[in-house]
């Protein structure tokens, strides 16, 4: 918050909401979060309580379904990416708007361009990290990761590095299209987003972040059978049919 409030301050046109997802948490996060609504108004800080458990997925798909904002960032509430990076990731999500716009013509002198109504997707990426984090993690974890990879490939295919950061930018439009559609609701829902990128021909990026790994994380062992199924899941809907692709969001 105090990051997006020394913005407003050096640029009077940018403007911000923060989103704040409660996944059904057991802890005293509605508390906090509603502090920060009392603190900054209902304008700047809003929060969707989900009730019970849902999963990543839901919650992320809940809010930006929600979101008002022409650019739609998801961020991880551990604090893992410093929010700073959202800059890269805007200065990225502008430039390939704008290509995609003009196909490489200047869009600055275009009234009609609006950012909020083109397709592009930025991931934040830890590709850059991989050999530091091979030497300290723990063996699972390194085992997991090089099996997720290599799952991933085979079920949304190449192209992003990195499809767990939970550190991603989208337009307006792009997000409309792709969480009006997105079905997994915990592990793999970010795999199944670059799947849907590249059904929609959205444009994806991958943008190198600062990120540090925070301890607490739930993914384990016990957690490798059900990415699995979700990425079968994935895979057998989309390729049979039976999980059917709106166009209309």
């Given at each position: 918050m105090n990051y997006l409030h020394q913005r407003t301050l050096k640029d009077s046109s940018f403007t911000y909401e923060v989103v704040i997802i409660d996944d059904g948490s057991a802890d005293e996060t509605k508390r906090v979060a509603f502090e920060f609504v009392r603190k900054y108004t209902v304008d700047?800080?809003?929060?969707?309580?989900?009730?019970?458990?849902?999963?990543?997925g839901e919650a992320i798909r809940k809010g930006m379904m929600h979101s008002r904002g022409e650019l739609?960032?998801?961020?991880?509430?551990?604090g893992a990416t410093k929010v700073?990076?959202?800059?890269?990731?805007?200065?990225?999500i502008q430039a390939?708007?704008?290509?995609?716009?003009h196909h490489g013509d200047s869009s600055d002198s275009d009234p009609r361009f609006r950012i909020s109504d083109i397709p592009a997707a930025v991931f934040g990426s830890?590709?850059?990290?991989?050999?530091k984090a091979l030497a300290?993690?723990?063996?699972?974890?390194?085992?997991?990761m090089k099996g997720f990879h290599l799952v991933v490939l085979m079920a949304a295919g190449p192209g992003i590095c990195d499809t767990q950061c939970g550190f991603k930018m989208f337009t307006r439009a792009a997000a409309r299209k792709l969480f009006s559609n997105v079905r997994l609701k915990r592990w793999c829902f970010d795999v199944e987003l670059v799947f849907l990128c590249k059904w929609f021909r959205i444009s994806i990026s991958?943008?190198?972040v600062n990120w540090s790994e925070i301890p607490g994380s739930k993914v384990n062992?016990?957690?490798?059978?059900?990415?699995?199924w979700e990425l079968v899941l994935m895979s057998v809907g989309y390729r049979t049919g039976m999980w059917r692709i709106s166009n209309s969001a």
């Amino acid at each position: 918050m105090n990051y997006l409030h020394q913005r407003t301050l050096k640029d009077s046109s940018f403007t911000y909401e923060v989103v704040i997802i409660d996944d059904g948490s057991a802890d005293e996060t509605k508390r906090v979060a509603f502090e920060f609504v009392r603190k900054y108004t209902v304008d700047k800080v809003r929060v969707i309580l989900l009730g019970r458990n849902h999963g990543k997925g839901e919650a992320i798909r809940k809010g930006m379904m929600h979101s008002r904002g022409e650019l739609l960032l998801m961020l991880d509430a551990d604090g893992a990416t410093k929010v700073t990076d959202l800059e890269k990731l805007e200065n990225q999500i502008q430039a390939v708007a704008k290509r995609e716009y003009h196909h490489g013509d200047s869009s600055d002198s275009d009234p009609r361009f609006r950012i909020s109504d083109i397709p592009a997707a930025v991931f934040g990426s830890r590709a850059h990290l991989e050999e530091k984090a091979l030497a300290t993690r723990k063996w699972y974890r390194n085992f997991l990761m090089k099996g997720f990879h290599l799952v991933v490939l085979m079920a949304a295919g190449p192209g992003i590095c990195d499809t767990q950061c939970g550190f991603k930018m989208f337009t307006r439009a792009a997000a409309r299209k792709l969480f009006s559609n997105v079905r997994l609701k915990r592990w793999c829902f970010d795999v199944e987003l670059v799947f849907l990128c590249k059904w929609f021909r959205i444009s994806i990026s991958e943008i190198s972040v600062n990120w540090s790994e925070i301890p607490g994380s739930k993914v384990n062992l016990l957690s490798i059978p059900n990415m699995l199924w979700e990425l079968v899941l994935m895979s057998v809907g989309y390729r049979t049919g039976m999980w059917r692709i709106s166009n209309s969001a």
